[in-house]
Nanobody, 127 residues
C-alpha cells in the first residue's frame, strides 16, 4: 500500500508562487509515473502535470504551461510542483497521484490511470 502526503499549500496573492511537495511511503515510486491534479469547488478533478518514472519527460495542462514545474527526487520518494505566476483561477485542492503501470511512457492525463492519491493540499489565490 502506498501513502501519499501533500504539503506546501496555502493562501497566496495573485502573481505569487508556492512549492507543493508529495512524500510517499510504503513503496518506492522510482518506476512509476507521477501526476498532479487539482479540483476546484463544484468542478471535476483536472490534470495539471505529470512526470515519467525517470524524470526525463514531463507533461503539462495548457493552462499551467510556463508557470508550473513538476520534478521528482526518487531518493526521497517525493514529487514536487512549483507553481508560479498564480492566478485566482488556480485556486483548488491539489492532489498528487501514482500511475497504475510501472515504466509507463504515456504520461496519462486521465485520473483513472492513477491508482494512489494523496489527501490534497489547498491552494487559494487572492486577487
Amino acid at each position: 500500500q502506498v501513502q501519499l502526503v501533500e504539503s506546501g499549500g496555502g493562501l497566496v496573492q495573485a502573481g505569487g508562487s508556492l512549492r507543493l511537495s508529495c512524500a510517499a511511503s510504503g513503496r518506492s515510486l522510482s518506476s512509476y509515473d507521477l501526476g498532479w491534479f487539482r479540483q476546484a469547488p463544484g468542478k471535476e478533478r483536472d490534470f495539471v502535470a505529470a512526470i515519467n518514472w525517470s524524470g526525463r519527460s514531463t507533461r503539462y495542462a495548457d493552462s499551467v504551461k510556463g508557470r508550473f514545474t513538476i520534478s521528482r527526487d526518487n531518493a526521497k520518494n517525493t514529487v514536487y510542483l512549483q507553481i508560479g505566476s498564480l492566478k485566482p483561477e488556480d485556486t483548488a485542492v491539489y492532489y498528487c497521484a501514482v500511475q497504475r503501470r510501472q515504466f509507463s511512457f504515456d504520461l496519462s492525463t486521465a485520473p483513472t490511470a492513477y491508482d494512489y492519491w494523496g489527501q490534497g493540499t489547498q491552494v487559494t489565490v487572492s486577487s
